[in-house]
């Protein structure tokens, strides 16, 4: 980018200046650059003018997540990306004119000519920028796995043919995989990565340690981060108990490492490694770990985790390059090490790259089996008690853990070879057993039904199945015969403080009767959604007017399709409208005031069901608070740690150890539990949960964290 003149010229005055320390440029020095990106009112001004004339292209295509997919951008408006914080101007970096790095024309107002040329991040060639005072780090860096795509493209030249990699550099690399297979100096130390909508971060300040959830989370969403921080399970013991970020255990060293022989992580010397902090344990004192020394640590100390099925890249309508991530799934792998140091067994996760993965550029890779379909995991999910250790078969002799041959087509066999074990080498079962204790629990087996029960049972005439999805979910598919009520209907809208309070008893009852569903206290009711859309909230609502026979289908619509039955189409059937009578129920929803209360008595339990980061204050959801944080004393109890990726929750034997483990007990504590979340959809979930499975004196916090913040601000 710089001639060597310039760049002689860049890096002495950058010495200069930090060695005489001058005062802060003067208004009348500043170049218009900084006049213009310093003003909040005017960056407010031209980007709402931007946003109305449809110049913003944060968001290129409808099927997007800022500029790639499954990551929702981050919560900033559209002018503080660009305003640079007038203190920046009297640090070391921004004593240098801004043209010297970003060129364009310093001199000019009009915002056309003044970036014309301009260069938004200059650290992609970073020997020329960066490197000139950073040399070391950046000559190593830019041959990182963080900046230096190599490892992508030789790998895609070994699964496609000469022809359709060239095709897939000119159209499909460039466009949407470097999103995240390429960063750059800056989107790690300056602005957000491009997926989470780019732009600067604090005000251009340069920062050493990269912000954990603005700047690595974005490109490692899944199957990390999602995981680290709870997400997707209970989230990672090193973040939830002692505060660790990515940058903790992945240092300087690691991160800034040029790429060595090996294409991955795992051949880095400067790895992270378990024994880093821990000592070798393999001849320490407890048994466990002396019987296990062929064994990686993760594989019993890490919980089920989600990994990326595949990814598609496809073109919309209007020609724009997007990625449609598929499901994803948690799951725990067990096989053989592909590399020849380390323990024997290692967790193994799928390749989330299929045969089809660019069908609209290139149809299917020519040459997609040169290469395993399974390589090996890192999980960032580690607990110190995890359901595989709690017993010694729960592991032993549980062949679904293990990459068995005979679990696979014979194609797959072939190029998992090296991985994959035969069924005879899967450890049996033991007779040592470990003990674990289990919160008792007393599930009412009525309550949770399976999809192939529903399947026999759908046109029983007592039976009501509800889909409580929005109203354009149902009629793009629902399952044959299911009445709809949208879980919206049972809480009050997002304008109400706080928002989405659950109706009133009688309100509910005025629902339930005018609403064609034919409901009476004597019918069955089983409520389904997608996992995502409030079927807790109804269960709450049903039982806050007083009706007793409910059920929950364990698993999810998309579980209905993958038994392969069929879904129907259209408007919801109806029946006579019948006036629901409400009875009497003990009081099921709490409020901030009953919650210092109870708590200040030592008479309550307060269950939080949100992501480990939102719980810590590290994530906020901005639509509802102003400030993120947790109620003082409440258990961290993601939602998602109780059930797998289908929706399906584990068994009860294994949802009352979790729940020991968590320390929620419904034995001898007499204490009220209270389930909390942002606006009490997840709590309403786990309420549902803990209904089922027998314990008694549960209660749903009604505003919960928008309540709470709203109040003690």
């Known amino acids: 980018m710089f001639s060597t003149k310039t760049s002689v010229l860049f890096c002495s005055a950058l010495t200069l200046l930090t060695a005489l320390a001058l005062p802060p440029l003067t208004a009348a020095e500043l170049t218009q650059c900084a006049i213009c990106h310093t003003d909040d009112d005017l960056m407010d001004e031209l980007t709402e003018e931007a946003i109305m004339f449809g110049e913003d292209d944060d968001e290129i ?44 024309n310093p001199d000019s107002n009009d915002p056309a000519l003044a970036h014309k040329g301009l260069v938004s991040d200059p650290s992609l060639t970073s020997e020329t920028t960066c490197g000139q005072c950073h040399s070391d780090i950046s000559t190593s860096g830019s ?9 992508l493209y030789a790998t895609l030249e070994k699964r496609c043919s000469t022809d359709q990699l060239s095709k897939l550099k000119d159209s499909i690399l460039d466009k949407q995989c470097l999103i995240c297979h390429q960063g750059s100096c800056g989107s790690c130390h300056v602005s957000r990565p491009d997926i ?14 990269p912000d954990f959830v603005y700047n690595c989370l974005p490109c ?29 255990c992945h240092g300087n060293e690691e991160l800034h490492a040029a790429a060595e ?15 880093d902090c821990h000592a070798d344990v393999s001849n320490g004192p407890i048994p466990e770990h002396v019987l296990h020394k062929n064994v990686s640590c993760a594989v019993c100390h890490a919980a089920p985790y989600q990994n990326c099925n595949s990814c598609h890249i496809a073109t919309d309508k209007d020609g724009i390059v997007y990625s449609q991530s598929s499901p994803s799934y948690k799951n725990l792998k067990i096989g053989l090490n592909p590399d020849k140091e380390g323990p024997r067994f290692v967790l193994l996760r799928e390749v989330a790259v299929q045969r089809d993965t660019f069908k609209d550029t290139i149809g299917k890779m020519q040459s997609y089996s040169a290469l395993p379909t399974y390589k090996r995991a890192s999980p960032h999910t580690i607990q110190r008690r995890t359901w595989q250790s709690a017993d010694c078969n729960h592991c032993h002799g549980n062949k679904e853990l293990f990459l068995t041959q005979d679990s696979m087509p014979f194609d797959q066999i072939v190029i998992n070879r090296h991985v994959a074990l035969k069924t005879s080498d899967v450890p049996g079962p033991v007779q040592t057993k470990r003990s674990f204790i289990l919160s008792p629990t007393h599930p009412d087996p009525t309550m949770r039904v399976s999809i192939e029960w529903l399947k026999k049972h759908q046109k029983d005439n007592n039976i009501i199945i509800l889909d409580t999805r929005t109203r354009g979910q149902y009629e793009k598919g629902h399952i044959p015969g299911a009445y709809h009520l949208c879980f919206c209907l049972f809480r009050t809208p997002a304008e109400s403080t706080p928002p989405y309070m659950m109706q009133t008893a009688e309100e509910l009852a005025k629902i339930f009767g005018g609403s064609r569903l034919g409901l009476t206290p004597k019918k069955r009711v089983v409520i389904y959604d997608d996992g995502h859309s409030g079927r807790g ?12 026979n409910i059920s929950f289908l364990d698993g999810t619509i998309d579980s209905w399709k993958e038994k392969g039955y069929k879904l129907a189409k259209g408007r919801a059937p109806k029946t006579k409208v019948k006036k629901y009578p409400l009875s009497a129920t003990p009081d099921l929803l709490v409020n901030n005031q009953d919650i210092i209360r109870l708590m200040g008595a030592g008479q309550a339990i307060v269950v939080d069901t949100r992501n480990v980061a939102q719980h810590k204050g590290d994530m906020l959801r901005s639509d509802i608070a102003k400030r993120g944080g947790a109620i003082p004393e409440s258990i961290s109890l993601p939602l998602q740690t109780l059930r797998n990726s289908n929706g399906e929750l584990y068994s009860t034997k294994r949802l009352a150890w979790l729940l020991s483990n968590a320390g929620i007990s419904n034995a001898s504590t007499g204490r009220t539990i209270i389930t909390t979340c942002n606006t009490n959809m997840l709590a309403a979930e786990l309420y549902m949960v803990l209904e089922y499975l027998g314990y008694a004196n549960v209660k749903t916090h009604d505003g919960s964290w928008a309540e709470w913040a709203a109040e003690f601000d």
């Open 61 to 104: 295509s409808s099927m997007q997540h800022g500029k790639g997919y499954g990551v929702e951008k981050a919560p900033f408006d559209l002018y503080e990306k660009m305003l640079v914080d007038e203190d920046f101007l009297q640090s070391t970096h921004g004593q240098i004119p801004c043209h010297l790095c970003h060129n364009g």
């Open 143 to 151: 041959n990182s796995l963080h900046m230096n795509p190599s490892p």
């Open 196 to 209: 989470a909508g780019g732009g600067l971060q604090r005000g251009h300040f340069f920062i050493k340690k």
């Open 220 to 248: 490692h969403t899944s199957p990390t981060g999602n995981d680290f921080i709870g997400k997707k399970g209970s989230g990672d013991i090193h973040y939830r108990k002692h505060n660790m970020t990515c940058t903790s």
């Open 261 to 275: 022989k090996g294409d991955n992580r795992f051949h880095f010397s400067a790895k992270a490694k378990c024994i």
């Open 537 to 548: 909230i109804a269960f709450l609502a049903l039982q806050m007017v007083g009706h007793k």
